[in-house]
């Protein structure tokens, strides 16, 4: 059996000043890639899911699951994230959706990629993430 990687993230807004970047132009491609990959887990693509994951998410994953992410990442029955979920970004950070859908990115050079997935918020201005990276 494997168990979930939980990961403890202060909200974004914490990390920055606490000023959300409302209604920038990157919340678009933030949110897309939010609900790309929520997509891709309902839909059991792991492939299209594994490639929207950050390198170090993916290979954590991997790693405590002991087996290949497109298989790995079915085990955690991660929430959907909704199409209208708030969109919180802060530079190369963001966070999408609000309790138990949030997920937090970071963006790369070729674009934004899920950092940490199935996150819910706990004591302490805190979030748990059943899929995370280092």
């Known amino acids: 059996m494997v168990l979930p990687s939980r990961i403890r993230l202060l909200p974004l807004g914490l990390l920055v000043l606490?000023?959300?970047?409302?209604?920038?132009?990157?919340?678009?491609?933030?949110?897309?890639?939010?609900?790309?990959?929520?997509?891709?887990?309902?839909?059991?693509?792991?492939?299209?899911?594994?490639?929207?994951?950050?390198p170090d998410t993916r290979e954590e994953l991997e790693q405590s699951a002991q087996k290949p992410c497109a298989e790995a990442l079915f085990d955690e029955d991660l929430p959907s994230v909704r199409e209208s979920a708030p969109v919180r970004a802060f530079g190369t950070m963001a966070q999408v959706g609000d309790g138990s859908e949030t997920v937090f990115l970071t963006r790369f050079p070729d674009g934004w990629r899920v950092m940490a997935a199935g996150c819910t918020p706990g004591p302490v201005e805190r979030y748990d993430c059943q899929v995370k990276g280092g």
């Open 18 to 54: 606490g000023v959300p970047a409302c209604g920038s132009t990157q919340d678009q491609p933030v949110r897309d890639v939010a609900v790309q990959f929520s997509a891709a887990v309902a839909q059991h693509e792991g492939r299209v899911a594994c490639d929207l994951l950050a």
